[in-house]
């Protein structure tokens, strides 16, 4: 009874996070309208993640420096991210992780980039279906693990299917869909952009947990401090996603010298503040994801276009096309919202950690 009362607190808790995570998302189409960002998609991307490395970096230090207290975690922090040997052994799959991540972190610059052929609302429907496949990838990633996360029923995946509606009749509803023969192609294209960008964001998300995974119990299995594994494991995932975004914005600005793409100095400047902006949401739905053991609560994710579309509301100028879906598909994702992060009857017991017993909060 106790691990049930345990585990519908953290869902709770989860839910607060991840919703208050969405009010950082949704500024994603604001931003990268008011400063210009879809003018050079790779040279924006790359100050998004100078900022966004500076915040996760800062995060990690100010919160979680004492996880890294004990020397033998430091040298497996940093060695494994090196690729480096620790005790003769190179962990390639570690490697590949965070060169996926570092892949991953192209995401912004396919969005920014969808937004020269297709309105950023609609960017945005396309971008947010990352959930979806991010639940998928990490939910098979997590059964090789043992029940770290309750599998992910059909009912759930409905619910995702429902938000995802809810969220498309929003933006259908405010922009409408007048596609001529004209932009067909360009919009296509637009939307094919788009869909990358949640692949590519999906990716970015799902491999720093199995990472950071490894590298907590690496650390616990070789040092004498005892350290408390939950902090010790949410250090590494932030300290992971701050060494992937360093990481890939040399790669940006390669890209974007390359194909003769110009940013002005304030238009970097205000990507770089962009980026910092988004930490909060970033470690908070980092921070959702390991408290509860349903995956569900990304769900509120689907509601960053909506949001969104008051802030574009608020500072653009923006038409309501249909005020009927608009409604209709706020109402859908809300409900869907509901029934998908509602407490879990058959939660009885404790979920366990893969090999160490009983999770610590």
């Known amino acids: 009874m106790d691990g049930h009362i345990g585990m519908n607190k953290r869902h709770r808790q989860a839910v607060a996070l991840m919703a208050t995570a969405v009010m950082f998302f949704s500024t994603?189409?604001?931003?990268?309208?008011?400063?210009?960002?879809?003018?050079?998609?790779?040279?924006?991307?790359?100050?998004?993640?100078?900022?966004?490395?500076?915040?996760l970096g800062g995060a990690s230090l100010l919160f979680y420096r004492p996880a890294f207290a004990d020397p033998t975690a430091r040298r497996v922090l940093y060695r494994r991210v090196a690729g480096l040997k620790t005790d003769g052994v190179r962990r390639w799959d570690l490697i590949g992780l965070l060169w996926l991540g570092v892949v991953g972190?192209?995401?912004?610059?396919?969005?920014?980039?969808?937004?020269?052929?297709?309105?950023?609302?609609?960017?945005?429907?396309l971008h947010y279906t990352w959930p979806v496949i991010f639940i998928l990838?990490?939910?098979?990633?997590?059964?090789?693990?043992?029940?770290?996360?309750?599998?992910?029923?059909?009912?759930?995946?409905?619910?995702?299917?429902?938000?995802?509606?809810?969220?498309?009749?929003?933006?259908?509803?405010?922009?409408?869909?007048?596609?001529?023969?004209?932009?067909?192609?360009?919009?296509?294209?637009?939307?094919v952009l788009a869909v990358i960008s949640a692949l590519l964001l999906a990716c970015n998300t799902a491999v720093g947990y199995p990472m950071s995974e490894s590298l907590t119990s690496e650390i616990t299995g070789k040092t004498d401090a005892h350290p408390d594994?939950?902090?010790?494991?949410?250090?590494?995932?932030?300290?992971?996603?701050?060494?992937?975004?360093?990481?890939?914005?040399?790669?940006?600005?390669?890209?974007?010298?390359?194909?003769?793409?110009?940013?002005t100095p304030a238009t970097f400047g205000w990507a770089v503040a962009v980026g910092f902006t988004f930490v909060p949401g970033g470690v908070l739905a980092r921070k959702a994801v390991l408290i509860t053991p349903d995956l569900g609560v990304n769900a509120l994710i689907y509601?960053?276009?909506v949001v969104?579309?008051?802030?574009?509301?608020?500072?653009?100028?923006?038409?309501?096309?249909?005020?009927?879906?608009?409604?209709?598909?706020?109402?859908?994702v809300a409900v869907a919202n509901v029934l998908?992060?509602?407490?879990?009857?058959?939660?009885?017991?404790?979920?366990?950690?893969?090999?160490r017993g009983p999770r610590r909060t």
């Not at 192209?106 to 052929?117: G, K, L």
């Not at 608020?314 to 096309?321: E, G, M, P, Q, S």
Request: contains cysteine.
């Open 28 to 55: 994603n189409a604001l931003f990268i309208k008011l400063t210009l960002g879809d003018n050079d998609a790779f040279l924006y991307n790359a100050g998004i993640w100078v900022g966004m490395s500076l915040g």
């Open 308 to 332: 969104g579309l008051l802030w574009l509301g608020l500072f653009t100028d923006i038409i309501v096309a249909r005020l009927d879906l608009l409604v209709a598909g706020s109402l859908l």
């Open 105 to 125: 972190r192209f995401a912004v610059a396919f969005f920014a980039w969808a937004t020269q052929y297709v309105e950023a609302a609609t960017v945005s429907v």
């Open 229 to 263: 594994e939950h902090r010790l494991e949410f250090g590494c995932l932030l300290f992971v996603g701050c060494v992937s975004g360093l990481l890939v914005v040399v790669p940006n600005l390669l890209i974007g010298w390359v194909v003769g793409g110009h940013i």
């Open 303 to 305: 509601a960053s276009p």
């Open 340 to 355: 998908l992060n509602r407490p879990s009857a058959g939660a009885d017991q404790e979920l366990l950690r893969p090999d």
């Open 137 to 191: 990838g990490l939910s098979r990633w997590d059964r090789s693990k043992r029940r770290r996360y309750r599998r992910v029923t059909g009912f759930s995946w409905t619910g995702l299917g429902l938000a995802f509606v809810g969220m498309a009749a929003v933006v259908i509803g405010t922009l409408g869909f007048d596609l001529t023969e004209a932009d067909l192609l360009e919009r296509v294209f637009g939307m």
